[in-house]
């Protein structure tokens, strides 16, 4: 079978007269061949040949005119050609020594390297000779396992898993990606293997947890990360969320499920890996302030603050920097309750000038959570919040249109209160600010500088601060 995206690429048939020179063979395989038979596009190359990967690379970046990237101690080396990344591999075979648990890696075959490969549908690879060119190898039935949609590895699932753990995650990750089943030998594996993940660097996880979470529908992985018991090795803060207590024949919601539910439902609004990321651990403070009040039931009472708190933890556990993607997944879990609890009493004016100071430009992603946040079997319930979480939105736009508060500045500065009042840098000016920016955002005076300069004058006179002012002295 040959697909149009590999055949329209002139990079292949230059591979294929490179390689026949130096007298080896060479093929496209992994992920490349993978999505042609998915149709979706990929902009990597994988290269494998059995000889020498570095040296066709070398030859062939030669006769693209591009610069080679040589990695000696993998074997491997790659360049850039019309934005895509191209690969060059050596195939490898692994044999044990008698006297040595650890493999050696030799030169092997295209088979040979097949078998070494994570799942049957990443071994797949096309001829780059002349005389077959295009066809394709596969050993494993990967095209059948392709077409019934499942993963599973090429050697039995341990062998493959223990050459790299990773692949425990990147067989969730595809899954939920590809909406994939993962056949049940493969799942068992991965259960029996959990604990060989500490092997792995932090960083190769996170990059997983981020391809999963952006896939069309992250509660796949994540239930699966959870089935397999890997998410209490990578995330036990969101294992914890499971489960539902019952006290006098009272339950609260199961908090795992409502969260994966919240994750789709984002998904289905925002490609934002950073919006998802907020929606997966928004209710994280969820287990640790729960609470049984036999006047009212359930309480979580503070989830959104200890949730926030939680979350710098979280992306130091997983070796995510903690940089201003981190602080908006903060923010965005302190403040997921504020739209609706706006509602529970009326909605004024300047709860909502409020709201919108406190989130600024994120204000959009917070409501898209806030939506998504709710979830309910009892339809009425979801209704009613829907109709709360509506007014919120209008009364949103109303204010944006009156009031420019989104990105709020102070019309009153403290070099203004400085000069005026002939003052150095001094506690006062805070307060003074601070007064003003309340005054504002509680609608007593509107947003301009006029306004607001006199109602610093005022409040400055209050404070004694007139009496200070250099040029009434003078
Ligand atoms: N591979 C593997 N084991 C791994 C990682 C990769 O066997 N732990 C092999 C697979 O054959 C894979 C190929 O190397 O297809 C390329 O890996 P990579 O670029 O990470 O994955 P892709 O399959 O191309 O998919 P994606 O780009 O979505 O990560």
Redo the contacts with the bound molecule.
Sequence with gaps: MQNVEFLSNDIFRIVSQVAKEAGVRAYV????V?DCFLQRH?K?I?IVVEGSGIEIATKVAGVVKSKVTVFKRFGTAMFRYKGMEIEFVGARKESYRADSRNPIVENGTLEDDQK???FTI??LAFSLQEEDFGKLADPFNGVRDLQAGLIRTPLDPDTTYSD?P??MI?AIRFAS?LSFSIVPESLESIRRNRKRLDILSRERISDELH?ILLSPKPSVGLRLLEETELMPEILPQISRLKGVEMVDGKGHKDNFAHTLQVVDNVAEKSDNLWLRWAALLHDIGKPQTKRFEPSVGWTFHSHDFIGARMVPGIFRQLKMPLNEKMRYVQKLVQLHLRPIALVQDEVTDSAVRRLLFDAGDDIDDLMTLCEADITSKNDRVVLKHRHNFAMVKQKLIEVEQKDAIRNFKNPVTGEMIMERYNIPPCREIGELKEYVKNAILDGKIENNVAQAYALMEQRAEEMGLGKRDGRADA
């Design positions: 395989i992994g992920g490349y993978r990929c990597d994988d070494r490969r994570d990443n071994a790299d990773l692949r990147r990606q391809k």
